[in-house]
């Protein structure tokens, strides 16, 4: 699997901010926001929208205080203490302890109607498994940082916010990395979610998943 861009840092952050919006708006949806794109814009520029549920603007704000982080703390390492600085940012109002290690049991609803449960993470475990994942030379980074994000986003690794913190820090890595930038839009967004629910079940499912976040989900910078 080939690296899709080759940007310079300057380059991938310009094109970080400039789909900011858009890219918390798409992640919002994973905590089911009903806002508008539209909507998202106003919260973000701080307009007042009566017509969106506090909730909802919670969720928005936090999302973009976790982007403000990602962005001027981009050269330092993904780690999973970067992790935990990007959870507790924006998982600051669900979370039962934001920013630290989940030390019980969750489930996660799947679309068959069954129940995923995954593991208590211990944090040796957790650190070592994403130092064999980004230093995994056999592969491209690209797909190195697909493989990050859907691991981190398996393993439930925090009380709540699982998905956004793994969509933010494996972005750090595209960006530091120049790859572009991993936005799930509302097209795929759906068949995303079903193939993610299957991945929880069979880990098989993994290269499927990475496959069709590559072709579908990476935005770059075309160049003449």
Known sequence: MENKYQLSLKENI?????????QIYHMSKFENCNTTLLQTEHILNYRADISVSLNDAETILNLRNGFRFMINHIQD?????????????????????PGEIRRGQVGVSLYNGERYVPAIPKEADVIAKITAILSDLQHSEIYRGLVFMLEMMKDQIFWDGNKRTA??????????????????????????????????????????LVKFLYENCIQGIDFN
């Open 167 to 208: 969509i933010l820090s494996a972005n750090a890595y595209f960006i530091q990395q120049g790859l572009g930038i991993i936005e799930i839009d509302d097209s795929y967004f759906d068949e995303f979610n079903l193939m993610l629910s299957a991945f929880y079940q069979d880990q098989n499912k993994r290269e499927i």
């Open 14 to 22: 310009f094109l970080a901010k400039k789909t900011w919006v858009s």
């Open 77 to 97: 390492e993904l780690s999973l203490d970067f992790m935990k600085k990007i959870n507790f940012l924006v998982a600051q109002n669900d979370s039962l302890d």
